[in-house]
């Protein structure tokens, strides 16, 4: 037990001092299966997430429109690959997290649980939810496990691009039609409230926030981001000429942020719990996918298997 706390109290020296972390260097259990989750989560989230923006790629308006959508969604099978190599430095394997993602036992972000219903909704999952993302990604560039913080620089840059092309899009619909302004804000109005939950539940309510902020794989607290992307968004909002779906949201001069209305948490959990509006028709639709693709992974790892076997392969 003494020899166990001391090791971990020098592992903890070492996150102090902020040295990364590395692969093959000793680390607690409980610290890597933290990792795991974590990162396994993003990385599903990350392919979930190309299932509400992909069945809009036949339907963009514009040839320019498609081109910017379609690689918007490679760059999110990307992500999940970047992270998915993260997770395995870990000693897991990728067929064991995708596994459980199929079988329902791994989460993913709640945010693709909600219907893409018009165009303006792939304008406000660029600008609100990779908004929320990237606000939330950044300090993990800086996070105490080195591969995780490597993979999420490339991962950030992309989801920048991902954010510009969504407030691009609102804002053509902004100074558009009457009819393409409400449907910009028909879409703010159906996506603002589920950014917000993006984050996480209240501090008071995350039973990992403590632990991981000492670990420094979280460097900043669910509620605190929050703030920071509603004081980044509401401007935004306002340049567009679109009304934030609050009453209760009001500039506070003392706090030097904005003050705004409460969240429905019991919606962010009953979408936890896989009833929000779309969680079936994603399980189902990836299911799908991961079954319809197993000719090509087949394929792969014969071929892999042939390459290995030829005379002078490397071991």
Same mark, same amino acid.
């Given at each position: 037990?003494?020899?166990?706390?001391?090791?971990?109290?020098?592992?903890?020296?070492?996150?102090?001092?902020?040295?990364?972390?590395?692969?093959?260097?000793?680390?607690?259990?409980?610290?890597?299966?933290?990792?795991?989750?974590?990162?396994?989560?993003?990385?599903?989230?990350?392919?979930?997430?190309?299932?509400?923006?992909?069945?809009?790629?036949?339907?963009?308006?514009?040839?320019?429109?498609?081109? &910017?959508?379609?690689?918007?969604?490679?760059?999110? %099978?990307?992500?999940?690959?970047?992270?998915?190599?993260?997770?395995?430095?870990?000693?897991?394997?990728?067929?064991?997290?995708?596994?459980?993602?199929?079988?329902?036992?791994?989460?993913?972000?709640? &945010?693709?649980?909600?219907?893409?219903?018009?165009?303006?909704?792939?304008?406000? &999952?660029?600008?609100?939810?990779?908004?929320?993302?990237?606000?939330?990604?950044?300090?993990?560039?800086?996070?105490?496990?080195?591969?995780? %913080?490597?993979?999420?620089?490339? &991962?950030?840059?992309?989801?920048?691009?991902?954010?510009?092309?969504?407030?691009?899009?609102?804002? %053509?619909?902004?100074?558009?039609?009457?009819?393409?302004?409400?449907?910009?804000?028909?879409?703010?109005?159906?996506?603002?409230?589920?950014?917000?939950?993006?984050?996480?539940?209240?501090?008071?309510?995350?039973?990992?926030?403590?632990?991981?902020?000492?670990?420094?794989?979280?460097?900043?607290?669910?509620?605190?981001?929050?703030?920071?992307?509603?004081?980044?968004?509401?401007?935004?909002?306002?340049?567009?000429?679109?009304?934030?779906?609050?009453?209760?949201?009001?500039?506070?001069?003392?706090?030097?942020?904005?003050?705004?209305?409460?969240?429905?948490?019991?919606?962010?959990?009953?979408?936890?719990?896989?009833?929000?509006?779309?969680?079936?028709?994603?399980?189902?639709?990836?299911?799908?996918?991961?079954?319809?693709? %197993?000719?090509?992974?087949?394929?792969?790892?014969?071929?892999?298997?042939?390459?290995?076997?030829?005379?002078?392969?490397?071991?």
């Amino acid at each position: 037990m003494r020899d166990m706390q001391t090791a971990e109290a020098g592992f903890q020296a070492r996150i102090d001092e902020g040295v990364k972390i590395e692969p093959k260097d000793a680390m607690p259990d409980a610290y890597r299966q933290t990792l795991v989750r974590q990162i396994s989560q993003h990385a599903h989230s990350e392919i979930v997430g190309q299932l509400p923006e992909g069945n809009w790629i036949g339907r963009a308006p514009t040839l320019q429109r498609k081109a &910017i959508l379609l690689a918007k969604v490679q760059d999110e %099978a990307g992500h999940g690959l970047y992270l998915y190599g993260a997770a395995e430095t870990l000693g897991v394997s990728r067929e064991a997290l995708i596994e459980d993602l199929l079988a329902g036992k791994a989460k993913y972000s709640s &945010i693709f649980n909600y219907p893409t219903l018009t165009w303006a909704d792939i304008g406000a &999952i660029g600008w609100l939810v990779d908004g929320a993302a990237i606000m939330n990604q950044i300090p993990l560039c800086r996070c105490s496990y080195g591969p995780y %913080a490597r993979a999420m620089v490339r &991962i950030c840059k992309e989801e920048s691009f991902h954010q510009r092309q969504g407030f691009d899009l609102l804002l %053509a619909l902004a100074r558009g039609s009457a009819a393409q302004r409400a449907m910009a804000q028909d879409a703010l109005n159906r996506w603002w409230w589920p950014s917000l939950m993006m984050f996480g539940p209240p501090d008071e309510q995350s039973p990992h926030t403590a632990q991981s902020a000492a670990w420094k794989i979280k460097l900043v607290t669910n509620d605190g981001l929050r703030q920071k992307f509603v004081d980044q968004t509401v401007p935004q909002a306002e340049f567009l000429g679109l009304q934030v779906p609050d009453p209760a949201l009001r500039w506070n001069e003392a706090r030097g942020h904005y003050d705004f209305g409460p969240i429905a948490w019991e919606e962010f959990y009953q979408v936890i719990r896989g009833n929000g509006p779309c969680n079936r028709d994603r399980m189902n639709a990836r299911r799908r996918a991961h079954a319809d693709g %197993a000719w090509v992974r087949e394929a792969a790892q014969a071929h892999a298997a042939k390459q290995r076997a030829r005379p002078g392969a490397a071991a």
